[in-house]
Nanobody
């Protein structure tokens, strides 16, 4: 199963981007989707998380109020709407899927670059 992110690129400070993430094949069960990011020279940071069934979401303090995670159950996709972008949001963004199985399994995307610069 491949996990594919899309929607990254260059944005100006204060601008917006929307990231999308999908698995290449339908998974039997999904527990959670999580977005991480990693800036140069920094550790990977978990920034947004959503529970598949309930839609309950939580965010890192660094993005709370600016980023919104959502999912489309019918399409098995998850999105990250990013608004009020700042230069410090520049990073490679990764999508993680925790899928149910025996045992449960983590799937990772290859990462997508987001650059915020004027």
């Amino acid at each position: 199963v491949d996990v594919v992110e899309s929607g990254g690129g260059l944005a100006e400070p204060g601008g917006s981007l929307r990231l999308s993430c999908a698995a290449s094949e339908r998974l039997r069960a999904i527990w959670t989707y999580t977005w991480f990011r990693q800036a140069p020279g920094k550790e990977r940071e978990r920034i947004a998380h959503i529970v598949w069934n309930s839609g309950r979401a939580d965010y890192a303090a660094s993005v709370e109020g600016r980023f919104t995670i959502s999912r489309d159950n019918a399409k098995n996709m998850v999105y990250l709407q990013m608004t009020g972008l700042k230069p410090e949001d520049t990073a490679v963004y990764y999508c993680n899927i925790l899928a149910g199985g025996d045992p449960d399994r983590d799937y990772w995307g290859q990462g997508i670059q987001v650059t915020v610069s004027s």
